[in-house]
């Protein structure tokens, strides 16, 4: 349960409980569904919006929010600054079964099983902290990808899943799960299952006409020995499937493309983290703030490391730790006021020559120019950003994302006290 | 055979018609004809305006056409019946030219489509009178039936009920594919469609709900289009009774006097009406946007795709904003007097008819909507009556979403719910996921909020505009008049917020901002 969207931004609970019934036929006598909710979000809080628990009821299941878990053992990790904790529900359990729901997504051409199996940890984990090495070039490298990936395989080589499920039954293409406008949902009425995670990813991208080879998170594995990608040398049962059975509409990689109203980009160099969350927060305006945008007018979205200047300097939007520190220099950091004053000799003088003519000067006034707004991170936090937003346009301006933001609210708050689910009685 | 009532309204419209290009002053005629298929007695001028302006635009321009009534059995290849109908303008038809049944029986057996049979019939009957047609309209025999049923004692039935019997006869006609035209309408094809989808859902009690809305209110709907005036004058059985009115519907054209007085000042004129007929409101819509819409949604295809329907949304939001435009209404809205908005501005509340965010309230209002509820969703909408001793399920249905757009419709009978308590929405929501593996959203809605809803719609020209929408907004939060089960964000915050709190919130996304 990554978003708090419904199916299929999220997982297919009717997939979900038919894997469960079938493990309870085959005599497993305790279950657990469980994840790390992404950060401000409880389980606790979504099950009282969607409602899945309930559904499992009968079956003895036990929903398990990962982030309340009290056994956290600690482990260390080649690709890790420090020791991570991992619930030992994971690691303690006779079987991991992974059920990933499939949609496009921006970095690694869709949402494969072994990124799925990085929410075993927490958010506060999952981050990447930027770390440049001597003489190698961070952006060029893409080095925030390739850690991620070493990070996410890391994790993979904890617990290795028995049984892998890709359900791409309905799939989320486009923009992906969080916009619903430029997404589109495609029926494929296919789902993926293997006992090799890698292979399952592999299989479901050769699916997509794509190359294993070219996926960073499945080269990277395949480096590693940790499964295999080549699909000539997998025993495939079921549908023989020819190579390009599937054309998905991936994520667009150029942000130039996503044309946001009244949004102009320009964009510098940038990382892959910069890029995704970007993509997600355009998309978002792109969907959600149609009128908010509309009543701003004009604003800039500077990204990445030395973006181009902007035309003006009305609403520059600097999005990440790179634009906000390479655009200091940048002439829209300053605003130039033009002023006719009249110089204090010539008024001195008036004082006594009456007769004397007064010629005004044009002077330069320049000032910090404060309508910019400072997204800061590497990457920058996506709600964070949602709420300087609001704090910078102000509400009045921002109709839309000010009731998205009251609904936010609702969905992160504590659970409160008579938290049920109304009745019509 | 043809059911003769039918077969003599028909009639009457041709000779009228053959009888108008004669005449220079055709408004003068008196001649009053049937529309076909209800009994509704209208100037026949007036029915022939209507085909005239609107025939071309809904069913394009064919100007002659095959009727041909074809057997249910024997695979649809026994001809019954067959006429030419030839017309001077689309749709104004003015000789009806009888056709030898068995002249055609063979091409209908031979031909392989309808595509061939039309070739074959438009070069047979230019060969035989020198007509090229211009389509063809096959019947299925059933449909003689359903017409006789139609005027099956139409005689003793109210205006209204009339109305009701003719949805109902196009619904059947629609659902058992009783009639087929070649080239297809964009239209007919469209209505093809809405049926094979949305066809469970009863248009004829849909129509009749419309009269319980209406319950003790009489009034004139004037509308125009291009040189055509025409007012719907809608009377309640009550006021009928006491008045002694004979019908409860009468469809008149303006006079030009009335047509100078309209133009010159539409509520000038709207509320003079009201005096002079002592009516409740009166409305004047100029249908010409109208018009437009529908051209513009039967090119569509159903169901209606996300931004398709989004795009529609908008364009009936805007057909609603434009109030003093495209219609307007007596007694006039105290919301759009301006020293009254501009005292509700001063205390923060921006309400303005005109300036409604056509451009943003749909995409908003389903992003959001869906989001919460899934691209694909089962939504059972069920309408519940509370009474003293125990809730009653009226109504439900239940709609399916596939990104976003509404694949059917089905109105569930009470057999099928038999299980569902409504106090208890959650282990029916249980047991049909178990069962039948499919996840459910409830949505239960009282029947009296639903009234009120909708009374709150049309009454937008009422007083206390916004005393009555804080109403509205207190019967949404309780889970009483509506329950969304599970919880939905939305909703949640309405029931969250305080009233006014929400009314600036939701004014804030519907309305525009600057007055210019």
Known sequence: MNYPLAYPANVNLETLRAIIEACIEFGIKKILVGSFPIKGFSWERMDSFFGYKELFEDLNVDFIDLSHSDNLKEISLENFEEPIKIPEEILNSSKLIIVNQVNVHPLFDFSSSILNLYSIISPEYQKIIKQEKKGKDYLFLDQYKKDLAKKILDVYEIKKPILVINDLFNLIEKAGPISFKNSKIKK????????????????????????????????????????????????????????????????????????????????????????????????????????????????????????????????????????????????????????????????????????????????EIIHDNKKILELQGCPPNFFDCLASLIKYYRKNNMPNLNFIQKTIELLTQQKEKNDNRGSFK | MINEKFFKDWEDFIKFNSKIEIIIEPKQLTDKIYIPLTNIEINAYVFHKIVEIFYPKLMDEHLNWVDIVISSDDKGKKVLMAFTQISTKPGIVNRIIPMNTDDLKHFLKKSKNIEEIFDNIQKFVFKKTGVKISAIHLYDEKILDLINESYNNLENQSHFESIKRLLSFLQKCFLEDLIKIYPEPSSFHFLKQYFRLYGKLNLSNLFGSLKTLMKGKSGIFIFKMEDLYLSLKIFDSKVQAKRDIDHDMYIELLNEEQVLELQDDPNKFLKKAIRDFK??????????????????????????????????????????????????????????????????????????????????????????????????????????????????????????????????????????????????????????????????????????????????????????????????????????????????????????????????????????????
């Open chain 2, 279 to 516: 009516l409740d409101f009166a409305s004047f819509f100029k249908l010409e946007p109208l018009l437009e819409f529908l051209i513009d949604l039967f090119k569509q295809d159903l169901p209606l795709q996300k931004d398709d329907f989004c795009l529609m949304m908008q364009k009936i939001v805007f057909g609603f904003r434009s109030f003093e435009n495209f219609w307007f209404v007596q007694p006039h809205p105290i919301i759009s007097n301006t020293l009254v908005r501009f005292l509700l501005r001063i205390f923060g509340f921006n309400i303005n008819i005109k300036k409604l965010s056509h451009w943003n309230l749909p995409d908003f209002f389903f992003n959001i909507l869906f989001s919460s509820l899934g691209f694909n969703s089962n939504i059972l909408t069920i309408i519940a009556e509370k009474k003293k001793k125990a809730n009653i399920l009226k109504h439900a249905m239940m709609l399916k979403f596939e990104d976003g757009a509404l694949t059917s419709l089905t109105p569930l009978k009470s057999s099928v719910l038999k299980d569902f308590n409504l106090d208890d929405p959650r282990t029916f929501r249980i047991n049909h996921f178990k069962e039948k593996y499919e996840l459910l959203t409830i949505v239960i809605i009282n029947s009296e909020l639903l009234k009120y809803f909708i009374s709150f719609i049309l009454g937008v020209n009422k007083r206390f505009l916004i005393l009555r929408l804080l109403k509205l907004f207190k019967l949404l939060k309780n889970d009483k008049n509506l329950l969304i089960y599970p919880k939905n964000i939305v909703l949640e915050l309405i029931k969250k917020k305080r009233s006014i709190i929400l009314l600036k919130y939701l004014l804030d996304i519907s309305m525009d901002k600057f007055e210019f």
């Open chain 1, 188 to 363: 494929t009425n296919i789902m993926i299952l293997g006992n090799d995670s890698v292979a399952v990813d592999a299989l479901t991208l050769k699916l997509f006409g794509l190359d294993p080879m070219n996926n960073e998170l499945l080269f990277s594995a395949m480096e590693r020995d940790l499964g295999n990608i080549n699909v000539d040398k997998m025993e495939i049962v079921g549908l023989q499937l020819n190579e390009n059975t599937l054309k998905i509409k991936s994520c667009d990689k150029d942000l130039e493309n996503l044309k946001v109203h009244n949004t102009f980009l320009r964009k510098g160099r940038y990382c892959s983290g910069c890029y995704e969350k970007a993509f997600y927060l355009l998309n978002f305006m792109n969907t959600y703030l149609f009128k908010d945008l509309k009543y701003i007018k004009k604003q800039w979205f500077l990204i990445g490391e030395n973006p181009d200047e902007p035309e003006d300097n009305t609403n520059v939007i600097l999005f990440g730790d790179c634009a906000c520190n390479t655009t200091k220099t940048y002439n829209f950091r300053k605003t130039v006021h033009l002023k006719k004053v009249v110089p204090i000799k010539a008024r001195f003088l008036k004082l006594f020559k009456k007769k004397i003519e007064i010629k005004e000067i044009t002077k």
